[in-house]
């Protein structure tokens, strides 16, 4: 199971939007509405913030949102604050009980 | 509140074998899937095996399948990890992350494994 595809990095000014992509295939991300996204800072463990490709799981923030096309799915961050530069991580169920992450993102607030 | 701690980490010699644990508190560990995920130092997240609540599914990355096995014991409210045939690129930080609906909604804060001689 190959690893879902995104880009290294991205970044953005305090206020502004920035949007990450997770690419993967039609036996994941592009089968089920099942894509999930994680921010992790350094030293930490990663905190669930997106859920069935949409949903924000209790006392995540509006700011972040997500959205599905196809194959990939995308994590949006609007307003962005300090406290945002973190990496970020895509997962999709990839059948059969399986989970598979993305290579993860990081963002930079400028 | 949801709790989960791992430990069991530390340097291993390539070839040898770790039990890692994660103990469970803030909820009843016989309801869920749970999982391991590890992380390589600097890299990304790779999902490596769940077990579904009464051991009867038990699933693995390629890439450990053969190698390591999952287990739990729920009335310990525990979860295990057996790691054998160790290789450096096994090194990692391992967490145990409990499953939501397709998802994994908490984690543990993950004990470093270095295989190393």
């Known amino acids: 199971q190959s690893a879902l595809t995104q880009p290294p990095s991205a970044s953005g000014s305090p206020g502004q939007s920035v949007t990450i992509s997770c690419t993967g295939t039609?036996?994941?991300?592009?089968?089920?509405?099942?894509v999930s996204w994680y921010q992790q800072h350094p030293g930490k463990a990663p905190k669930l913030m997106i859920i069935?490709?949409?949903k924000r799981p209790s006392g995540v923030p509006d700011r972040f949102s997500g959205s599905k096309s196809g194959n990939t799915a995308s994590l949006t961050v609007s307003g962005l604050q300090a406290e945002d530069e973190a990496d970020y991580y895509c997962?999709?169920?990839?059948?059969?009980?399986?989970?598979?992450f993305g290579g993860g993102t990081k963002v930079t607030v400028l | 509140e949801v709790q989960l701690v791992e430990s069991g980490g530390g340097l291993i010699q390539p070839g040898g074998s770790l039990r890692l644990s994660c103990a469970a508190s803030?909820?009843?560990?016989?309801?869920?899937?749970m999982n391991w995920v590890r992380q390589a130092p600097g890299k990304g997240l790779e999902w490596i095996s769940n077990?579904?609540?009464?051991?009867?599914?038990?699933n693995y990355a390629d890439s450990v399948r053969g190698r390591f096995t999952i287990s739990r014991d729920n009335a310990k409210n525990s979860l295990y990890l057996q790691m054998n045939s160790l290789t450096d690129e096994d090194t990692a930080f391992y967490y145990c992350?409990?499953?939501?609906?397709?998802?994994?909604?908490?984690w543990g804060q993950g004990t470093l494994v270095t295989v190393s001689s």
């Open positions: 069935e490709v949409t």
């Open positions: 077990i579904n609540s009464d051991s009867g599914a038990r």
């Open positions: 992350a409990r499953s939501g609906h397709y998802t994994l909604d908490s």
């Open positions: 997962s999709s169920y990839a059948g059969s009980d399986r989970l598979v």
């Open positions: 039609s036996s994941d991300v592009g089968a089920y509405n099942f």
């Open positions: 803030g909820f009843s560990l016989s309801h869920y899937w």
